[in-house]
């Protein structure tokens, strides 16, 4: 086990609020998501946890690509093949 040091962190009442709520949801003690969120975020920006644009980035790595046009032209053929023509 790696040797650790004790982090005291005061904060406001509705911050530790909103950090237990949190951790409860998660299903950990607060001590430890703050410790995981302090890791995410000195990993670097793209780990902040509570940047809604980093997470919206991830997000659209993981989506396959499309090519849109090929979408629409598949569509166009389908909807052309049923009509009939």
Do not use: H, I
């Amino acid at each position: 086990m790696s040797e650790r040091r004790a982090v005291t962190l005061r904060l406001p009442v509705e911050d530790f609020a909103r950090l237990e709520a949190e951790a409860k949801r998660a299903g950990v003690r607060p001590g430890t998501l703050a410790r995981l969120l302090l890791r995410r975020c000195l990993e670097g920006p793209t780990q902040r946890p509570g940047n809604a644009l980093d997470r919206l980035e991830v997000l659209r790595a993981r989506l396959p690509r499309v090519d849109a046009v090929e979408v629409l032209r598949a569509a166009r053929a389908e909807l052309e093949a049923r009509r009939g023509g």
